[in-house]
């Protein structure tokens, strides 16, 4: 059993007395139908760069079958088919309200052919070993009840030399750019999600839970603990996010 971390006891909802998981399920069930609208929003858009360079890193080995683990609304398993050419995507995700807003963006892409979507649990991946040429996964690793044990599970899927990409937000390291951040992320997000109406609770529990993360080397060394070779990371936009890679030993 892998360990847990303090990040694993980071939950959206303070009162309730549900697990970590069904906590998350629950959240994005209840924002999904504007989830994508106040990512755009909050981030000006800037979240599709971060997303673009991230799939480029994982195409750099042409996977043929790539595994989107919390694929959420597929914006990742779409922008990896028009990218990649891949012949094959599968992605899961515990939020059945996130999958169905996905599965509906794939069917007006016309892209039903190439991307499936499932309900699946990311700590208990419904697949045999070595199924997957490539894994991605983008700002879900966060929301994992036990994060050691989804990246191991990553890892059983992954065939030897495949490669992980986690694109996640992170601690911004110089002063200025950081408090700016705290502002807000603290302040100004939730107060913006409230004035669409958003779930406010959604976005402070991003807040808690970016900052309880265990970013950059510290996430690195637990890749390497598990298994994971040619482990390394990439900040960007002045280290609000990062881009995290590892590979399967061959």
Known sequence: MSNSLPHDHITPFKESEKGKKEQVAEMFDRIAFRY???NRFLSARTDVGW???????LGKDNPQHILDVATGTADMALMAAKMLKSTQITGIDISEGMLEHGRKK???EGLADVIQLFKGD???????PET???VMVAFGVRNFENLEKGLSEMLRVLKPGGRLVVLEFSTPKRRMVKSLYNLYMGIVAPQVARWFRQNKEAYEYLNKSVNAFPDRHRFTDILTKLGYTDTGFTPLSLGICCIYSGRKPV
């Open 132 to 134: 997957f040429d490539a």
């Open 106 to 108: 794939i069917e007006k």
């Open 122 to 128: 990311s700590e208990t991946i419904n697949y045999p």
């Open 36 to 38: 994508d609208l106040m």
């Open 51 to 57: 997303r673009k360079k991230a799939i480029w890193l």
